[in-house]
């Protein structure tokens, strides 16, 4: 099934600055899958996970106007940041 607008995932994910790869979040090692409405994500989560398939392995190239911007968040992610994910889709359901 293709996941649209109005789902809420359950993914595990890794999140990395761009270009070190420091890495500034994580589900796997955690063991426990996150879920959220996809409306309540960053612009470039909304546009790259649209109309992807459940079971998917996607991976991310976000820039820093579809990610955090100039505001950054907290001190893992610096202003002005491009992002990597990689996101393992397990669940969506229609919200």
Known sequence: RAI????TL?????????PDG????????????????????IEGWKQGLLGKKVGSRVVLTIPS????????KGAA???????IFVIDI???KAS
């Not at 359950?10 to 761009?18: E, F, K, R």
């Not at 106007?65 to 950054?72: I, P, R, V, W």
């Open 10 to 18: 359950t993914v595990n994910y890794l999140g990395q600055v761009y």
């Open 65 to 72: 106007e579809l990610g955090y911007g100039s505001a950054g």
């Open 4 to 7: 649209t607008a109005v789902d």
């Open 22 to 41: 420091t890495v500034f979040d994580e589900s796997y090692s955690k063991k426990k899958p996150v879920s959220f409405p996809l409306s309540g994500v």
């Open 77 to 83: 992610i610096p202003p002005d940041s491009d992002l």
């Open 90 to 92: 397990l669940e969506a």
